[in-house]
């Protein structure tokens, strides 16, 4: 299970939805095995690939249900294999569990979440980005993640690329958060030559079987991982390990290795965050967006600007890690940040911890399956400039 095909898709141009890019993304990335269960609105991922999969020696498998789903690409990614599932709603709560034994365990792997109003069956073909703080926190303790959110569908393939690089060279489950409006929209794109796209894969040991230590403290925080099946046999549990991989609690090796686990993804933030800025001199008033959203949202700034507001924007394609620095800086150029975002104000919390008091923060809430409309936007832009 450790092939890497990387089919040649060309510059071709194609009219593709948010969920097919993200199924071509993920071969082109080296996906080998798929492992999920049919739920609305991520379905189309594993349709295509499901036949897409099989015909170039990749592994396809429907799962049981959600939690198994989620243990089958964590098996995968053990031998070797980069891996990934997609879901929504429900059933990344259901993934909840085996995200947190990946994190513990530092099995890289790519779960796709494509948002639909909830909580529970919620609003299975409406959209939501009601699961912000629960790809951050959805499992317990305190654990690594890296979550991006993609804003058009050419976006969706290229990120879908970058989990499974981010993946790879952090050891850690990514999550690309896609919302329906994405995963549904229909766009015009033009796919890169697959040649002169950056692929990562994990470092391999460079000791032998009887030297290798699975879980090793290195100067990156990222120990390099062997492939099972190839002579290397290691512990992975999801109990509290050392270096070895075996279980401990030694308060110096759990300090130590609690520590390593979450400082690899804060030491390299930098490195990790993308934030696309759009700003103005002298602005007053920013705009903080990201998925569907931050269409509307870029919409609204144009209308506005030509209204005669002077206004900042900024759209994060990565969340976690929280990109803190970014709203740090917009904070002392304006007086208040607009956040719209389809729920309650999950991002807006994250927005005014970064804004320390020095931004007002303006909110701009729905949760009734209706995107957020760019009037709705440019009237909180006049109001508040």
């Given at each position: 299970m450790s092939?890497?095909?990387?089919?040649?898709?060309?510059?071709?141009?194609?009219v593709?939805?948010?969920?097919e890019?993200?199924?071509?993304?993920?071969l082109?990335?080296?996906?080998?095995f798929?492992?999920g269960?049919p739920?609305?609105p991520s379905?189309?991922?594993?349709?295509?690939?499901?036949?897409?999969?099989?015909?170039i020696?990749?592994?396809?498998?429907?799962?049981?249900?959600?939690?198994?789903a989620?243990?089958?690409?964590?098996?995968?990614?053990?031998?070797g294999?980069?891996?990934?599932?997609?879901t929504?709603?429900?059933?990344?709560?259901?993934?909840?569990?085996?995200?947190?034994?990946?994190?513990?365990?530092?099995?890289?792997?790519?779960?796709?979440n494509?948002?639909?109003?909830?909580?529970?069956?919620?609003?299975?073909?409406?959209?939501?980005?009601?699961d912000?703080?629960?790809?951050?926190?959805g499992?317990?303790?305190?654990?690594p993640?890296?979550?991006?959110?993609?804003?058009?569908?050419?976006?969706?393939?290229?990120?879908?690329i970058r989990?499974?690089?981010?993946a790879?060279?952090?050891?850690?489950?990514?999550?690309?958060?896609?919302?329906?409006?994405?995963?549904?929209?229909?766009?015009?794109v033009?796919?890169?030559?697959a040649a002169?796209?950056e692929?990562?894969?994990?470092?391999?040991?460079?000791?032998?079987?009887?030297?290798?230590?699975?879980?090793?403290?290195?100067?990156?925080?990222?120990?390099?991982m062997?492939?099972?099946?190839?002579?290397?046999?290691?512990?992975?549990?999801?109990?509290?390990?050392?270096e070895?991989?075996?279980?401990?609690?030694?308060?110096v090796?759990?300090?130590?290795?609690?520590?390593?686990?979450?400082?690899?993804?804060?030491?390299?933030a930098?490195?990790?965050?993308?934030v696309?800025?759009?700003l103005?001199?002298n602005?007053?008033v920013?705009?903080?967006?990201?998925?569907?959203t931050a269409?509307?949202?870029?919409?609204?700034?144009m209308?506005?600007?030509?209204?005669?507001?002077?206004?900042?924007f900024?759209?994060p394609t990565?969340?976690?890690?929280?990109?803190?620095?970014?709203?740090s800086?917009?904070?002392?150029?304006?007086?208040k940040?607009?956040?719209?975002?389809?729920?309650l104000?999950?991002?807006a919390h994250?927005?005014?911890?970064?804004?320390?008091g020095r931004?007002?923060?303006?909110?701009?809430?729905?949760?009734?399956?209706?995107?957020i409309?760019p009037?709705?936007i440019?009237k909180?832009?006049?109001?508040?400039?």
């Amino acid at each position: 299970m450790s092939k890497e095909p990387r089919p040649d898709v060309g510059k071709n141009v194609r009219v593709m939805t948010g969920n097919e890019a993200c199924a071509e993304g993920a071969l082109v990335a080296g996906l080998y095995f798929y492992a999920g269960y049919p739920i609305t609105p991520s379905s189309e991922i594993a349709e295509v690939l499901s036949e897409r999969l099989p015909q170039i020696g990749g592994k396809f498998m429907q799962m049981e249900d959600e939690i198994s789903a989620m243990g089958a690409i964590i098996g995968a990614s053990l031998t070797g294999a980069k891996a990934m599932t997609a879901t929504s709603g429900p059933g990344f709560s259901l993934k909840q569990e085996n995200l947190g034994y990946a994190s513990i365990a530092e099995v890289p792997c790519v779960v796709v979440n494509v948002m639909r109003g909830g909580p529970s069956t919620g609003l299975p073909t409406l959209p939501a980005q009601g699961d912000v703080m629960q790809a951050r926190w959805g499992t317990h303790g305190d654990h690594p993640i890296i979550a991006v959110a993609p804003t058009s569908v050419l976006e969706v393939f290229m990120l879908t690329i970058r989990a499974f690089n981010l993946a790879e060279r952090y050891r850690v489950p990514v999550i690309l958060l896609m919302d329906e409006i994405i995963g549904h929209t229909s766009e015009k794109v033009i796919l890169p030559d697959a040649a002169t796209i950056e692929i990562w894969n994990r470092q391999a040991p460079t000791v032998g079987p009887d030297e290798y230590l699975p879980y090793k403290i290195t100067e990156s925080g990222v120990p390099p991982m062997a492939k099972f099946g190839e002579g290397y046999r290691f512990h992975v549990t999801g109990l509290v390990h050392d270096e070895t991989g075996f279980p401990t609690n030694n308060s110096v090796q759990i300090n130590k290795f609690l520590g390593r686990l979450n400082s690899k993804i804060d030491r390299h933030a930098d490195e990790i965050i993308t934030v696309t800025s759009d700003l103005q001199e002298n602005a007053t008033v920013g705009v903080f967006a990201y998925g569907s959203t931050a269409r509307s949202a870029k919409r609204a700034v144009m209308l506005a600007r030509q209204e005669g507001a002077r206004v900042d924007f900024i759209n994060p394609t990565v969340l976690w890690p929280f990109p803190e620095k970014q709203v740090s800086s917009l904070a002392e150029r304006v007086s208040k940040i607009i956040v719209p975002e389809m729920n309650l104000g999950q991002m807006a919390h994250e927005v005014e911890w970064a804004a320390r008091g020095r931004a007002d923060i303006v909110k701009i809430n729905r949760i009734d399956g209706e995107p957020i409309k760019p009037d709705d936007i440019v009237k909180a832009i006049v109001e508040n400039a």
